[in-house]
Every structure is written in C-alpha cells, then in structure tokens.
C-alpha cells in the first residue's frame, strides 16, 4: 500500500483539510443541486473574471458568450495570457514531464515561425526554460497534492519560463495539480481564491505561501458553494411565482436563460426562446415588475436585465454554505434529471 506524503507541517493540517472538503462538497453540489447547470456557467465566468483580473487584462461582458448549453467562451477581446488552457485537458505526467505538450497546452505552436509564435523566445528556448521548472519541480520534497500545488506554481513565477503572462501561467499549472483533480474548478479556481483574498501571496515564501495557497482553495471553492445557495434561493422564489400565476407563459424558460448569465438583452432572449422583440421586452418587463429581474443599465433602450444575486465575496474559510437538498423543488421540478449538458468551457480536464 501506498502511503501518502506527509504534510510539511502539523500546523497545516486544518487548512489542508478545510481546502480538500470544500472541494468535495463542491464536486458534489455539481452532481446534485437542483441548480447545478446555471452553477456551471458562473463557476466557469467567475474564474475567468479572476484569471483575467490577476493577469491584469480586463475582461467586458461584451467579451463573453455563453450558449444555450451553459458553455462559455471568449471574443477576441478577451487579453488574458494563455486563456487557450482554461478547461482544456492535459495530464498530470505531461504537466511536468513533458515541455511540448505543456507549451501546447497553453496554445502555442510550436511548429511555426517566431514572428507567428505567442511567446517572445525561440522555441528552443521555450522548451529548454520550461524543461528547467521541471527539473526544480521534481527536487521539490514529496507533499500532498494540495500543497505541492502552490509549490510548484511558485517555482513557476520564479523561472517565469513563458517570458510574459508568467502568473497566470502559474495559476493555471498550480490549480490543474491541485483543484483540478477535482471536478469543481474549471482552471481559476484558486486565481478566485486568492483574488479575494489580496496580494500576499506574490511575496510569501515556504510554510506562509502553503497556507495562503490552501486557504485560496477553500475560499474559491466556498465562493462556488455561495453562489449555488443564491441560485438556488431564487429558484425557490421564482417557483413560489410561477405557482400563483394563471398563464406562467415563458417566463420559466427566461428565468432559465437569465440564471446562468451576468445580464441578459431583450435581443438575446428574442433570439434564444424564440420571440419577436416586442414579446420579448413584454416578457422582460413582466419579470422586472414581479421582481424576478432587475433592470440594471437605467436606459430608454438596450436594457440589460440581471438575476437579483450577489457575485462571489470573500467568505471565512471555516463558513460552510447551507447543504443542498437535492430533493428541493425549483423551477425544474419537472426535469430533476441531470440532461447531460457539458461543462462551460470548451474542454474537459484530463485524468491523471
């Protein structure tokens, strides 16, 4: 039998603990919660917005699709560095073994010119600097997953081998060691962690960074798990209002479409349900006066309407949102079967 390494400190324990659980009940929440196909499609923007923003790259909502299906992808005017690996799969061997399949990883081809190539170095050098990361990765002392994470995405912003874009790059190798095992993170999940915590973590060094890196975990994963709690309050108010109404029409479908997405048009609900723009305004207001929406822009046109839920905040690493009932009524009380649909980006992580 394998035994499993030992943590580097005792002291650590808690937060290892703390971080691995929120994860589970995490991955669980995206199995059972009635609400779990509109928690993809946040799950998988919130890490964008934090990916971007610790990339210091702005990401507008104009840059930002999400389908009918709940995925998610990026317009041209989304500059994050590297955002081709977010969600996409590789191999925990070819992480750090293989320099050619991490460089493809992240959206390079190697194959072309250096004028056509996105890093700044020869491909040579390319492969020779990420080579040396891997070579400090494996003189790292064994630890757990968790842990050996942060260590290696710290010896990752120390050789900077990308030459630009550095710290996400980080973040992406750390998060698909660690939170990536799990099926809650789809590549940001500790970006969101420690976005909300602050910018202690660029400077902190050996048992510090573990748990900063460890208590990111836990809050991202714990700003996942709110965010399913106010998803799955407002279906249970959606519900109560679609119970009393005579002719509920497709308002239910728009809740549905408006659930998953930061803000919604009267042309995109046209064009998703099926509508004229007039049916799809009516349709709009109806759910603004009822208090199912919130108008947000204050204009006379090009209204954008919102779900009336907080985004993620940081929360105390030890807060555990309230347990899903996976035999609540919402909305959905008639399609209580997971459909099937994939998750929000454009790629499922890899096994190990």
Same mark, same amino acid.
């Given at each position: ?8 400190s005792?002291?650590?324990m808690v937060?290892?603990?703390e971080?691995?659980?929120?994860l589970?009940r995490?991955?669980?929440r995206?199995r ?6 509109p928690?993809r499609?946040?799950?998988? @923007?919130?890490?964008r917005q934090a ?14 699709v999400?389908d009918g ?7 041209v ?8 690996a ?16 991490l ?11 250096r ?9 040579w050098?390319?492969?020779s600097a ?10 790292l002392?064994?630890?757990p ?5 942060g260590?290696?995405a ?5 050789h900077?081998? @990308?030459?630009?874009?550095d710290?996400?790059?980080?973040l ?11 099926k ?9 962690g ?12 050996d ?12 809050a991202?994963a ?7 709690v ?9 519900r ?22 930061p803000?919604?048009?009267?042309g995109?609900?046209?064009r ?10 009516k349709l709009?207001l109806?759910?603004?006066l009822?208090? @199912? ?16 839920l907080?985004?993620p905040?940081a ?13 609540e009524?919402?909305?959905w ?13 454009s790629?499922?992580?890899g096994e190990e």
């Open positions: 039998m394998t035994i499993p390494p030992p943590l580097p005792p002291s650590l937060c290892y603990a971080a691995q659980a929120a589970a995490l991955e669980e995206l059972l919660s009635p609400v779990r196909q928690l499609a946040r799950i998988a @923007l919130s890490e990916l971007a923003a610790i990339d210091m790259a702005d990401l507008p909502e104009e840059a930002v999400i299906r709940g995925r998610l992808t990026t317009s005017y989304d500059l994050t560095h590297w955002k081709h977010i969600g996409m799969p590789i191999t925990l061997n070819a992480l750090v073994t293989d320099a050619s399949a460089l493809q990883w992240f959206g390079m081809d190697m194959t072309q010119p004028q056509n190539a996105l890093g700044h170095r020869e491909a050098e390319l492969t990420v080579e040396a990361w891997s070579k400090a990765c494996k003189a002392p064994p630890s997953a968790l842990v050996h994470s260590r290696i710290a010896l990752w912003r120390q900077s081998p @990308l030459g630009r874009g710290v996400v790059a980080s992406l190798v750390g998060d698909r060691w660690g939170p990536g095992r799990w809650g993170s789809q590549g940001g999940l500790t970006a969101l420690l976005k909300l915590a602050g910018g202690r973590w660029k400077v902190a060094r048992t510090e960074l573990d748990r900063l890196w460890l208590d990111a975990i836990a991202g714990n700003a996942h798990l709110q965010i399913e106010q998803l799955r309050g407002f279906a249970r108010r959606a109560m209002h679609l119970a009393v109404r005579r002719r509920p029409g497709r308002l239910k479908d728009l809740l549905s479409f408006a659930m998953a997405r803000a919604i048009t009267s995109e609900v046209a998703h349900l099926g509508l004229t723009s007039a049916g799809a305004i709009l109806t759910a603004e009822e208090g @199912l929406l919130v108008e947000r822009t204050g204009q006379a046109s090009y209204r954008s309407y919102m779900v009336p907080s985004g905040k929360v105390p690493r030890t807060h555990r949102p309230a347990s899903a009932d996976i035999f009524l919402t909305i009380d008639d399609e209580s079967d997971d459909t099937g649909a994939p998750a929000p980006v790629g499922k992580r």
